[in-house]
């Protein structure tokens, strides 16, 4: 499994975001103990800005022979119709969607209409081509990305919801201070 940190996610353009180059670390921090595990900076160092999946998939297909399968949050499919060439990525990879607890709606997926044909509730029908999008039940933690930088910006302890290597980086690059942050999410996104 490949981690690849966005350089600029296009749906949080307007919003405050650590450097790349820190949240490439945190990523290579919370898996470099996983064999399993890697971590790319394709978006951060060969892709324009903002960074989209599409181009992502396109630039790994060019350069391996594997069947690319796209792992992402349920709350991201939910808004699959507002990426990119969406269609054009379901043509060139699968895509398995990830349950998250915490989420308004809960885990219902509410797969768009013109998608209900490529859609599929079980990775059993994975030998069968016309199926694109899975679902991937897993038992969750209801944590969120912007929970944990509000606890860690007012000084809480983030203790128990990041590998320690992360929480560790965190405090050591002081991230989520409050002018800091600002600072630092203006610098790589002008328009906040």
Not at 108 to 137: H, M, N, T, W, Y
Not at 145 to 158: E, F, K, N, P
Not at 164 to 181: A, G, N, T, W
Request: with cysteine; proline share 7%; net charge positive.
């Amino acid at each position: 499994m490949i981690f690849i940190p966005a350089a600029l996610p296009p749906h949080k353009i307007n919003e405050a975001l650590s450097d790349a180059r820190h949240r490439l670390e945190m990523v290579e921090r919370a898996v470099a103990d996983n064999v399993y595990f890697s971590v790319s900076d394709v978006e951060i160092a060969c892709l324009g800005k903002p960074s989209y999946t599409v181009q992502t998939v396109e630039f790994f297909l060019s350069r391996l022979s594997v069947e690319i399968f796209c792992l992402m949050g349920l709350d991201s499919f939910r808004e699959i119709e507002t990426w990119k060439e969406y269609r054009r990525l379901l043509e060139l990879c699968r895509v398995v969607v990830v349950t998250r607890p915490g989420l308004p709606g809960g885990g219902r997926v509410g797969c768009p209409p013109k998608l209900k044909p490529l859609f599929s509730r079980s990775l059993r029908d994975l030998a069968d081509p016309e199926k694109r999008i899975f679902i991937l039940p897993i038992t969750g933690f209801a944590i969120s990305s912007t929970q944990i930088r509000g606890l860690a910006r007012t000084g809480q302890s983030v203790r128990y919801l990041l590998p320690p290597e992360v929480e560790e980086y965190i405090q050591e690059e002081r991230l989520y201070e409050s002018s800091k942050f600002k600072a630092q999410s203006s610098k790589e996104n002008p328009k906040s």
